[in-house]
């Protein structure tokens, strides 16, 4: 009798433990989302944003039609945006919610994850370093898939930890297949998840039987995620421009990749540096062996992904982006939250801690400023300044010069209210109208017949000379230049029919 009391006691304990390991979990999430999603709709959107918004926005047949020409990689998160837009409309709040909740969830995931093996300090120190990893929070304020990828990669980690302890019943090995399919297909390098969680479950002391568990729900995954890496290698045309670029640099990866501020990567790989080492020097001691997983845990996941996607870059094609390996920015909370955690006094790490804190707030902040995305995007102030110029009727043309993801064309379809009953002079064949990402255009030169009816045309430059063929169109049919406005990258300029012109044409 004693025995069972006792035995419900410590199940009622465990209970209690469990229930206010949630609550904290929670309470990450709330405040975490809310730091995300501070300040998100300020800046501009950007070129990535505008592809997202304007997929978003196509009907399902023509949403098909571009994924099976361009952008399969990133099918889901469209399709996933074009149901939250129908909800929550396309503002620059709106479409970014989604990923500041998701900035949240990921740091709520993370804290649960340390807690399988670490101290409350460890946890919370994981998720804090999270949310501040400039990386992350630039994520937070995109429409764009990273922050959910991040969030996929870290739930996923959490599942496999409970079933690896036993905290789950063994079903859910189907659940983390399907969720980690499913997770490929939201972000494609998220297969490398797949290589990690087998590091962990090596690093096990039990670690035959569970990679024998582990073995076919990993199968059923590949199996499942199969078609869209067979789409993503069909068009990895889409990508190839990147061979022209420099696009593996020493500061991209130690820098770029996660830390984005050179004094906050200093701080960052000192850390997990005194991490590693502390890991070295309690090899033997079975009192650090939670720790001594977590760091074996969080070391591959951020070094696995970054050598096979420099290796691939390398060798097959160009596959290395910086941020794309955002999602593997917990491996790197994790390894500095040890090595906080490890400090004693503990007031020493919690100095430490408002350290890290501190050489983020710059990143922080200028992430959320009107310029901040993309070489200082400005589509924001492009459409209030069309939309204080322009009449009802007027035409409007736009730089095609400079690569997709900068045209200023895109400033009508990501703050349209500026462009309300404008004339598209140059449109040929609407984006949603085609298989492409991009409207299809043509040159002023070749559509000269538009102008007829249109007295004053509006053109939107980014680069110095893109609109110079078109504004040589506009002069020889009688427009002359009558304002010129610069913004923080653009030029919006106003030309007006020379009402001498025609008379001068006639006496001739």
């Known amino acids: 009798m004693i025995g069972s009391h006792t035995v419900e006691a410590a199940r009622a304990t465990q209970r209690a433990a469990g229930w206010s390991d949630a609550r904290v979990a929670l309470v990450i999430a709330c405040a975490a989302a809310t730091v995300g999603i501070a300040g998100s709709w300020i800046p ?21 039609a571009l994924l099976g020409n361009v952008d399969a990689v990133h099918g889901l998160y469209y399709a996933v945006l074009h149901v939250w837009t129908d909800l929550a409309g396309t503002s620059p709040f709106a479409v970014r919610l989604p990923s500041g909740l998701a900035y949240g969830a990921a740091a709520a995931g993370l804290y649960l994850l340390v807690r399988t093996r670490a101290d409350r300090v460890t946890a919370l120190t994981a998720a804090v370093v999270l949310c501040v990893v400039p990386r992350i929070s630039q994520a937070a304020t995109e429409a764009r898939p990273l922050a959910f990828a991040t969030a996929c ?36 390098y998220l297969v490398l998840m797949l290589p990690i969680h087998a590091i962990a479950l090596a690093l096990h002391p039990q670690r035959r039987a569970r990679l024998v568990d582990f073995a076919f729900p990993a199968a059923v995954a590949l199996v499942l995620a199969t078609p869209i890496i067979v789409v993503a290698a069909a068009q990895r045309q889409q990508v190839a ?19 984005m501020l050179g004094s906050f990567a200093v701080v960052s790989w000192m850390l997990v540096a005194a991490s590693v080492a502390v890991g070295i020097a309690s090899a ?21 992904p970054t050598a096979v996607l420099l290796i691939a870059t390398e060798v097959l094609t160009p596959l290395y982006t910086p941020r794309y390996l955002v999602f593997c920015a917990p491996g790197v909370a994790i390894a500095v939250a040890i090595a906080v955690g490890r400090m004693r006094p503990n007031v020493v790490g919690a100095l430490v801690l408002a350290v890290i804190i501190g050489l983020a707030v710059p990143a922080y902040v200028d992430q959320r400023t009107p310029y901040a995305k993309n070489l200082g995007t400005d589509w924001q102030a492009v459409s209030a300044t069309v939309g204080s110029m322009a009449e009802p009727g007027d035409g409007v043309l736009f730089d095609e ?42 040159p002023l030169a070749e559509l000269r017949e538009r102008l007829d ?23 020889a049919s009688g427009f002359v230049e009558l304002e010129r406005r610069p913004l923080e990258t653009d030029v919006v300029r106003l030309f007006a029919r020379d009402p001498t012109h025609g008379a001068a044409s006639a006496s001739r």
């Open 44 to 64: 501009s959107l950007w070129g990535e944003e505008a592809a997202s918004l304007m997929s978003a926005r196509r009907d399902w047949e023509s949403l098909a």
């Open 153 to 188: 990669a870290v739930w996923l980690t959490v599942l496999l930890a409970y079933l690896m302890d036993g905290r789950m019943p063994r079903g859910w090995w189907w659940g983390y297949s399907v969720g980690l399919a499913l997770s490929v297909y939201l972000n494609l």
């Open 241 to 259: 421009f990147r061979a022209d670029q420099d696009v593996v640099t020493l500061d991209g990866v130690l820098v770029g990749q996660w830390f």
């Open 284 to 304: 033997r001691d079975p009192a650090w062996a939670g720790e001594r997983w977590l760091l074996g845990l969080g070391l591959a996941w951020f070094v696995l």
């Open 401 to 442: 010069s400079v690569r997709p993801s900068l045209r200023p064309r895109l400033a009508m379809y990501t703050y349209p209210d500026g462009f309300v009953d404008l004339v598209d002079l140059g449109l040929v064949r609407a984006h949603h109208e085609t298989d492409r990402l991009w409207d299809v255009t043509a």
């Open 453 to 475: 009816g249109i007295d004053r045309v509006i053109v939107v430059a980014r680069s110095p000379d893109g609109v110079e063929p078109d504004v040589d169109t506009l002069r």
